[in-house]
């Protein structure tokens, strides 16, 4: 790989990184670029997911104000992230890649929805409920359970699902959601990774690439998106699912 090419893919890394921290789908600039570079899918996959692990990390710091209180709620949820990457790093490296593509662009449609009407959903939700559930109780652990499925198996656009999901389920305000969203999707990044690091094949100069920008990246995104107004934070929520849905179907 020449110095350019590794360039290209730190500033893909960190344009990635930054998206991520703010919503999610940075898996869509960083994922392409490898293969446009000749990276084989499944690997450029595989690597890509392991080096944005850094700038996920990096993004969940940068809203640990938001995290304050937020300690149990991660655990119970963190758990359900971590065993549904798991399944879908398995998922990725054993079925055909082509098995979910449907899936895929109909879940980033159902959480682009879910951001939509979700102010509608928490009061219809609040009416119907003798008390809020502080964790979002078991209709919530079962979706991040599947998105973290997806997250393992193909990680673009899991962010825009998360906050979908944890918007309409918690009762909180949304950079609050956007925060346990980058914690939620470091663990699903941070566990598949790991499998893949044991068990899959791994190109580490892209993985290298990748990583550098995104550490940058989230940082940036995170001192942004903690700035940004919740309509106008939810409005970008769902132009970059929208983006991502072109993408998979017409890319």
Known sequence: MTGWELAAICVAGVVAGAINAVVGSGSLITFPTLVALGVD??????SNTI??????????YGYRAEL??????LLRLGLASAIGALAGGILLLFLDPDVFEVVVVALIALACLLVLVQPRLNAWVA???????PHGGTALWLGVLASGVYGGYFGAAQGVLLIGLLGIFLDDHLQRVNAAKNVLALIVNGVAAALFVVVADVDWQAVAGVALGAIA???????????IPAPVLRGIIVCVGV?????LVYG
Request: net charge positive.
């Open 127 to 133: 009416a119907r409920r003798d008390r809020p559930h």
């Open 51 to 60: 080096g944005l692990v850094p700038g996920s990390f990096t993004a969940a």
């Open 41 to 46: 899918p499944v690997t450029a996959n595989v």
């Open 217 to 227: 990246g989230g940082f940036l995104g995170a001192r942004l998106g903690r700035r």
């Open 68 to 73: 304050q209180g937020q300690r149990e709620r």
């Open 243 to 247: 983006a991502a849905i072109i993408v």
